[in-house]
T-cell receptor, first 113, second 111 residues
Framework: GAGVSQSPSNKVTEKGKDVELRCDPISGHTALYWYRQRLGQGLEFLIYFQGNSAPDKSGLPSDRFSAERTGESVSTLTIQRTQQEDSAVYLC???????????FGSGTRLTVV | GENVEQHPSTLSVQEGDSAVIKCTYSDSASNYFPWYKQELGKRPQLIIDIRSNVGEKKDQRIAVTLNKTAKHFSLHITETQPEDSAVYFCAAIGTASKLTFGTGTRLQVTL
């Protein structure tokens, strides 16, 4: 597509529920990234996919967080047993390769109540 | 891993003045340094980038300089306008092949 698409744009969930966030990268972009941005804060790296290589999961904050990507297409970020501290905007980005500029999606605003 | 520090955290300038934001990085292997602008409630957008084989790059009112020896790079905005008001993030890619972002600078351009 023309840009990085994320869904849903907003998600309100009850504490303890699981949520799944989706990212459609730009067609042809081999690299895909997930970042978390808490209100008024910077961008916190979560996970990075590059082609068929093993993902870099070094930023996932706990084992409640996981992500998958099928080939060079859609990625899903799953948060199990959500906690209030998970409330943030989850941004997905894609790029042609690891050392090119990222294009960000509009993000999913997650609110855990 | 890579560590990127950014200063100042907030910056207020009058319209027409220049603004400078500075960043330092830790990984000497870093070779790509983009700058992103994020308006309130919007996604970060790439405004300019520089690679390690270049010392300076300019695009109209914005410019970026890189000093590899000192491991720092800076964003310069000249003739600032109200629409330049936003949060600016610097970033660097090192050996880990992913961007590490600075903590952001909130730029306010006043009339």
């Amino acid at each position: 597509g023309a840009g990085v698409s994320q869904s849903p744009s907003n998600k309100v969930t009850e504490k303890g529920k699981d949520v799944e966030l989706r990212c459609d990268p730009i067609s042809g972009h081999t690299a895909l990234y997930w970042y978390r941005q808490r209100l008024g804060q910077g961008l916190e790296f979560l996970i990075y996919f590059q082609g068929n290589s093993a993902p870099d999961k070094s930023g996932l904050p706990s084992d409640r967080f996981s992500a998958e990507r099928t080939g060079e297409s859609v990625s899903t970020l799953t948060i199990q047993r959500t906690q209030q501290e998970d409330s943030a905007v989850y941004l997905c980005a894609s790029s042609l390769a690891g050392n090119y500029g990222y294009t960000f999606g509009s993000g999913t605003r997650l609110t855990v109540v | 891993g890579e560590n990127v520090e950014q200063h100042p955290s907030t910056l207020s300038v009058q319209e027409g003045d220049s603004a400078v934001i500075k960043c330092t990085y830790s990984d000497s292997a870093s070779n790509y340094f983009p700058w992103y602008k994020q308006e309130l409630g919007k996604r970060p957008q790439l405004i300019i980038d520089i690679r390690s084989n270049v010392g300076e790059k300019k695009d109209q009112r914005i410019a970026v300089t890189l000093n590899k020896t000192a491991k720092h790079f800076s964003l310069h905005i000249t003739e600032t306008q109200p629409e330049d008001s936003a949060v600016y993030f610097c970033a660097a890619i090192g050996t880990a092949s992913k961007l590490t972002f600075g903590t952001g600078t909130r730029l306010q351009v006043t009339l």
